[in-house]
């Protein structure tokens, strides 16, 4: 996974007002494609697959490790501010 400098900066912030220091990756659910993917501000899981990325606390549930290899954060300016962008990762 990368995380790009805008998307660190935006992360940090947003770490900051939930009083969280970890961005955690977990299991949504499935479709066609495989395992979906949940993004969010919260503590690691006990069974959780931690790394630092770009100085970010990720933690990464097992089911979704080899699935987010490909996958890159970024951020992007919309109408209504800020928010994060997710490319790469499977298709279909």
């Not at 970024?74 to 994060?84: F, I, K, M, S």
Request: proline residues 4%; charged residues 20%.
């Amino acid at each position: 996974m990368i995380i790009t400098d805008g998307a660190k900066t935006y992360i940090e912030e947003m770490m900051k007002q939930a009083g969280v220091n970890t961005l955690r990756f977990a299991v949504a659910g499935g479709g066609c494609c495989g395992p979906t993917f949940q993004l969010g501000l919260a503590e690691s899981q006990e069974s959780d697959v931690v790394q630092e990325i770009n100085a970010i606390r990720v933690a990464i549930d097992p089911e979704l490790t080899a699935s987010i290899e490909s996958i890159t954060l970024d951020v992007e300016q919309y109408p209504d501010g800020p928010g994060l962008v997710v490319s790469g990762g499977q298709s279909c």
